[in-house]
């Protein structure tokens, strides 16, 4: 059994109690190399937002056991309290971003509490980007994902005038994924190419929760009509109207919280651009 005490020593003793359980079930799976905690739970010695999920990053010897480990600990976890928001990743795709900076990873591993190594591996060491550099990344990964999601806004609008419900659910979707793409993007300049809103969503909750405020979670209705869009990437493009049925009401609230999602990510997107602008700007009056 893993003592993480002292690792974990700004925790409340239940948290701690609770990682290294979370650490030993991970362990008997024999697929783990290293486990790292990072999020609130990692970085935070003030108090914890409430319902802050278990941050944990698995790193694994090659994609096939990354596969299995993903799907096993889904199964293991998926009624943990508090929840657990697992990244698993090979080594060799982890180090390769680390190497070439991709922010993510490398303050994941900068900031973040390794709960577990079995010294198999060696990490790779972070870049220190300048901030000059880390803003100009920030700007064109903004303006590369907000032109994606008003062009699907566009297309959403084109199929609309149509009245093709399959087209708008297909647009619509894109807009969220898209949205969700620019704040990930901005804030970690790493993206997963999956076509998963539901999990980029729960992603990006780390990096600013008024995206949140945009298709919410606070009742049954909101939970389905947001998990049907997540659907509609597949069901709008490939299912039949019978298999995938969807009605005017559904692409309406879409649509009114898509355009909600439009403005909070231009905003939060262009807030983080402004702060890696007066680091910047601090670093320098500091020369003087």
């Not at 486990?35 to 944990?56: D, M, Q, R, T």
């Not at 309290?81 to 070439?100: A, D, K, Q, R, Y």
Request: charged share 25%.
């Amino acid at each position: 059994m893993v003592n993480l005490i002292s690792k974990l020593n700004h925790l409340p003793s239940e948290h701690t109690a609770n990682l290294e359980s979370i650490c030993d079930e991970i362990i008997e799976t024999g697929k783990a190399d290293i486990i790292i905690l990072f999020g609130y739970f990692a970085f935070s010695h003030s108090k914890i937002p409430v319902n802050s999920s278990y941050e944990i990053l698995v790193i694994t010897d090659h994609f096939e056991t990354r596969e299995q480990l993903s799907n096993e600990l889904a199964v293991r976890f998926q009624k943990n309290s508090p929840p657990i928001h697992g990244v698993i990743e090979t080594i060799t795709l982890f180090n390769i971003s680390v190497e070439e900076g991709l922010f993510y990873f490398s303050d994941i591993l900068r900031e973040g509490i390794i709960l577990y190594n079995n010294e198999e591996f060696e990490l790779a060491k972070p870049k220190d980007l300048s901030p000059l550099k880390r803003r100009k990344i920030a700007e064109e990964d903004y303006h590369q994902g907000m032109a994606q999601a008003k062009e699907a806004w566009k297309n959403y609008q084109t199929e609309s005038s149509k009245n093709n419900h399959k087209g708008c659910a297909f647009h619509l979707n894109q807009v969220a994924e898209f949205c969700y793409m620019a704040v990930e993007m901005v804030f970690s300049h790493n993206y997963y190419d999956e076509h998963n809103i539901k999990a980029q969503r729960d992603r990006i909750r780390a990096f600013d929760k008024r995206i949140h405020k945009a298709f919410p979670l606070d009742n049954k209705s909101q939970i389905e009509a947001f998990e049907y869009l997540s659907q509609a990437y597949v069901g709008a493009q490939y299912m039949s109207d019978s298999d995938f049925p969807i009605s005017q009401k559904q692409i309406d609230y879409w649509a009114r919280e898509s355009r909600k999602l439009i403005v909070l990510t231009d905003s939060i997107c262009k807030g983080k651009i402004q702060r890696l602008k007066d680091v910047r700007r601090k670093l320098r009056e500091s020369r003087n």
